[in-house]
């Protein structure tokens, strides 16, 4: 479980968290949404430890991030898996060279521990027959794959997720989103996804955070986001005709 408490986080005179406090629970997709420049991505960042808020804690599992000595921080930090927007994948790595890379870097296994490793996540990613192709040689659904492979090759207690379906078509989107929430649930994961995608909200959504010129201006399920009368949220959540018509038939529907 993650805590956040009254996080305030500013860049010179740019306030730009200005008081979130939240829980993220274990075992659960945890989203984070809100327009463009309402303070996302500098949020994810706080939670991963890149960026320390000015005000406010973080306390992961009981351990207060501002509290930990740099031996705690680094030990926590290698507890975190992370997938980036567009992959982030080492180009001139294979997928099993990109997977094995944190298990390299942050462990003492051998090269047979850390080849069982990379084969078993990049199963559990339905990637099987790719392990010596180059990022170049797949498509960018396989590319997320290895991501999500590589961000919890080292077993995180927390997964981090920076629009995890950019680029992606809408089924493989949701294919990818399953995928996130399948792992979450099966390894007891703290997630915590940045999105811009409505079909994720919806489909995905246990926990939705709505942040608005950085604050936190709702928080809810997948479920009450239908039902809200939040003017904010219904504003950025059904802007398009489309969402509008599906909330109008879950309110009927349940009328
Ligand atoms: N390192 C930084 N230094 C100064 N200002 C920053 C820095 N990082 C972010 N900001 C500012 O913080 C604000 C929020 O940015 P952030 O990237 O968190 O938005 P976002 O909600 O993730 O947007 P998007 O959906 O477009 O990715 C912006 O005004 C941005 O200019």
Not at 38 to 57: A, I, N, R
Not at 116 to 137: G, I, T, W, Y
Not at 188 to 204: A, G
Not at 222 to 240: C, Q, R
Request: net charge negative; with cysteine; charged share 25%.
């Amino acid at each position: 479980m993650i805590q956040v408490e009254n996080v305030h986080k500013s860049f010179g005179d740019a306030h730009v968290l200005k008081g979130i406090t939240t829980q993220f629970e274990q075992g659960k997709t945890n989203l984070v949404i809100g327009q463009s420049g309402s303070g996302k991505t500098v949020f994810l960042k706080c939670l991963l430890g890149l960026f320390e808020p000015e005000q406010g804690t973080i306390t992961y599992n009981g351990q207060v991030y501002s509290e930990l000595t740099i031996n705690q921080r680094r030990d926590l930090r290698q507890e975190m898996g992370m997938v980036f927007q567009g992959s982030a994948l080492f180009d001139s790595m294979t997928v099993e060279g990109n997977v094995m890379f944190p298990l390299e870097m942050f462990t003492k296994q051998t090269k047979a521990e850390m080849k069982d490793r990379v084969d078993f996540v990049l199963e559990r990613v339905n990637l099987v027959d790719a392990h010596q192709k180059f990022p170049s040689e797949i498509s960018g659904g396989m590319k997320k794959r290895v991501a999500i492979a590589r961000a919890i090759v080292m077993n995180p207690k927390y997964l981090f997720c920076d629009e995890p379906n950019s680029g992606l078509d809408p089924k493989t989107a949701i294919l990818i989103d399953n995928l996130i929430q399948e792992i979450t649930k099966e390894y007891n994961i703290t997630t915590v996804i940045n999105t811009h995608d409505m079909n994720s909200v919806m489909e995905i959504g246990e926990k939705i955070i709505f942040l608005k010129n950085g604050f936190k201006e709702w928080e809810g399920t997948n479920k009450e986001i239908f039902k809200t009368d939040n003017e904010a949220v219904t504003n950025f959540v059904y802007s398009s005709e489309l969402f509008k018509k599906v909330r109008q038939m879950y309110i009927e529907e349940r009328n």
